[in-house]
């Protein structure tokens, strides 16, 4: 499996954009990347996913570098609520394992009043 | 309040006792997912179903026993488990295509004596 590189944790000031990185040097072709976060005594949620082409939704935006090695997570606005640790995860798009997750260790971010 | 119910939310047990963890969605999703969560950790696979057949087992003790009885439900049945099986078991549906995002419960804590 294609593994991903994130910092450990982040801080963030609310009301302010933050930047998540992650680094996936070993993307195949057919990878999709997928963020995730999970609250505190929750599970997993999906935030946003993207192939090529930077991506947005109601939650995030995701911008993904042009040979697809690394790729940022964009929250445009930070709230206490958005305090969890993010996920960047490769997935294949193919195959047996195809939609499988699997997680890193994920970037604990931080809002601070 | 997520789409996909675990139950029980919290279940202490023996290392003789058998009991069962449960699942459900009514999202139409063919495709389910178990994964174990230790404190301060990524979710880790255990096991896949697609279609209610068991596709991918990640090398999991047998004293784990993973059933599907219909395309709504997902059972892990226990016995014999040891006090470092402790740990927050997750459940997650994803719909059809491999780019669907996976949805997951809030998962059941379990404590092992």
């Known amino acids: 499996d294609a593994k991903t590189t994130q910092p450990n944790s982040m801080e963030s000031n609310e009301e302010e954009p933050v930047h998540l990185p992650c680094n996936h040097s070993t993307i195949s072709g057919t990878d999709y990347i997928h963020w995730y976060r999970q609250l505190p005594s929750q599970g997993p949620e999906y935030v946003i996913h993207?192939?090529?082409s930077n991506v947005n939704n109601r939650m995030a935006s995701l911008a993904i570098a042009e040979d697809r090695k690394s790729s940022t997570l964009i929250l445009h606005r930070a709230t206490l609520r958005d305090a969890a640790v993010y996920y960047c995860i490769l997935s294949l798009n193919y195959g047996g394992s195809q939609g499988n997750l699997i997680f890193g260790k994920g970037t604990k971010l931080s809002v601070k009043p | 309040d997520t789409e996909v119910t675990q139950t029980p939310k919290h279940l202490v047990m023996g290392m003789t006792n058998k009991k069962s963890l449960k699942c459900e969605q009514h999202?139409?999703?063919?495709?389910m997912y178990w994964y174990k969560q230790k404190a301060k950790k990524p979710p880790e696979l255990m096991f896949v179903y697609s279609y209610e057949k068991l596709s991918i087992n990640e090398s999991v003790p047998s004293r784990f026993s993973p059933e599907c009885p219909n395309s709504s439900l997902l059972n892990l049945h226990l016995h014999a488990l040891q006090p470092e099986d402790s740990a927050l078991y997750l459940c997650a549906s994803r719909g059809q295509g491999a780019v669907q995002p996976q949805h997951f419960g809030d998962g059941t804590r379990l404590s092992i004596l």
């Open positions: 999202m139409g999703h063919r495709a």
């Open positions: 993207g192939l090529t």
